[in-house]
């Protein structure tokens, strides 16, 4: 184990990578919960996505430990299990198991670019501008998911009074109910648990939360001799099913949907590699996973030859695995930052992470007890860290700020990842052409933004 692991190498030990093993997991612990309750909200199986999630969470993180051998975990991704089900099932009119078809298109398409050079001229291309606002945008996005599941925002009422169909203008709830008092006391946990630097601050708020719930009748517990249950067979209701009629088999059956299907599988790509190399480089610098010489590998050479190229395949092979089983895009977890901050440097972090999650199987019935208003709070909390990237931009610069922020802007109140994004590119490709800096534009950036602008087009002459 040291020497297929290289400990001494990277400076560990089997106790050190156990612990960070453990901590990495119960710091992402609740996707398990939070999963599942986005996911259903499409009209999957909450049981069958509960299982999936531990399964594509397994699979991924094992194949990060074992192939790549470094210290992340892998599941499904916060903010793209919500653009799967608020944008492409409720916006765009897709079944789920098209927007699985898409996510497992979107796998390929990553293990594609990952093995070529594309990937690095993708990478290259992004301003690091966009990249910042588009991951904390995301974490915006997410966040008023959260307020709205935890029955913060109440709906209906605008500033004059006016209520009849209007349900865009929210204000907040006067806290007379007990979902959203449960959520505020789970709000509470979480960041005084955060603040007190308790690793598993996230999944403390969501059981606590949860027992709060049970005596306020928010949820009922189900009967003893179902609380423990295996549901391993639920997973039968979303595995596969993209294969089927609806799946691929209608996918691009109507023409008026493949330009939307191509634009959601574009921003499914984008999202989850800018996640997945921002988690990397921004964990692995300081830490010395990554070090100049692995990034620099990475740029200049073809085929695996540096640990974050591994990673990066690892990355792409589980979403597609993930699609298979019924989930949404997995990326690796930026929560594995608290794995690698007690000490986790090789992929038995991964290993004993990924065994944490297959020890959850048994117990689908007691998770799903756990109400919205239990893991709304993580959703919020989850916004909160994203909202990090935000820093690295120059707002005192229009040229940059005016594109991040549009991106922002659009994500959130528009409600729709994929059009921030194409709001971002278009107005820096705008910025850039006015200042006299067209040159300075990466072509794959003018492909991308004539895409979303076709797109745009389209929706305004109904054609979609």
């Not at 799946?247 to 691009?252: A, I, K, M, N, V």
């Not at 610069?397 to 802007?409: K, N, Q, S």
Request: net charge neutral.
């Amino acid at each position: 184990m040291d020497k297929f692991f290289k400990f001494k190498e990277s400076g560990t030990n089997y106790r050190t990578e156990t612990v960070a093993g453990i901590t990495t997991f119960f710091t992402m612990a609740y996707i398990i919960f939070v999963n599942p309750g986005i996911l259903s909200a499409s009209g999957m199986s909450w049981d069958g996505v509960f299982v999936a999630t531990i399964i594509a969470t397994v699979v991924g993180t094992l194949i990060m430990g074992l192939v790549a051998n470094v210290p992340y975990a892998v599941a499904p991704g916060m903010g793209l299990n919500a653009f799967f089900t608020y944008t492409v099932c409720f916006g765009l009119g897709f079944v789920w198991q098209e927007a699985l078809a898409m996510v497992f298109i979107c796998g390929l398409i990553n293990i594609l670019i990952t093995v070529t050079k594309i990937r690095k001229v993708i990478i290259k291309a992004i301003p690091r501008s966009l990249q910042l606002a588009i991951g904390g945008s995301i974490g915006l996005f997410i966040a008023y998911i959260g307020l709205k599941n935890a029955g913060f925002l109440v709906y209906g009422v605008t500033s004059e009074g006016v209520t009849a169909g209007v349900d865009i203008v929210p204000e907040l709830a006067h806290f007379n109910d007990r979902g959203a008092i449960v959520a505020l006391i789970g709000l509470f946990i979480i960041i005084i648990l955060m603040f007190m630097k308790v690793k598993a601050a996230m999944l403390i708020g969501i059981i606590a939360a949860t027992i709060v719930a049970i005596p306020l009748g928010v949820v009922s517990l189900p009967p003893a001799n179902e609380l423990f249950s295996n549901r391993m067979g639920a997973v039968g209701d979303v595995a596969f099913s993209i294969f089927g009629n609806p799946g691929f088999g209608s996918l691009f059956s109507d023409s008026s949907k493949i330009l939307p299907a191509l634009l959601v599988i574009f921003a499914f790509s984008l999202t989850d590699t800018f996640d997945t190399v921002g988690t990397f480089i921004g964990t692995g610098r300081k830490t010395g996973i990554f070090d100049d010489k692995d990034e620099k590998a990475l740029s200049e050479s073809s085929g695996f030859k540096s640990k974050m190229d591994k990673a990066l395949f690892a990355d792409a092979i589980a979403t597609s695995i993930g699609a298979l089983a019924g989930t949404s895009n997995t990326t690796t977890y930026i929560e594995s930052a608290s794995g690698i901050n007690v000490g986790g440097r090789t992929g038995f972090t991964s290993v004993v992470t990924a065994g944490m999650f297959l020890l959850c199987l048994p117990f689908a019935a007691l998770f799903g007890i756990v109400p919205a208003q239990a893991t709304a709070p993580a959703l919020i909390v989850v916004g909160i860290l994203m909202a990090d990237s935000f820093a690295g931009i120059k707002w005192g610069e229009l040229e940059e700020a005016a594109p991040a922020f549009l991106t922002v802007l659009i994500m959130a109140f528009a409600y729709n990842i994929s059009y921030g994004i194409a709001a971002g590119f278009i107005f820096y490709c705008v910025a850039k052409i006015v200042k006299g800096k067209a040159k300075d534009v990466h072509p794959v950036i003018y492909v991308s933004t004539a895409l979303f602008v076709i797109n745009f087009i389209v929706l305004a002459l109904g054609i979609i």
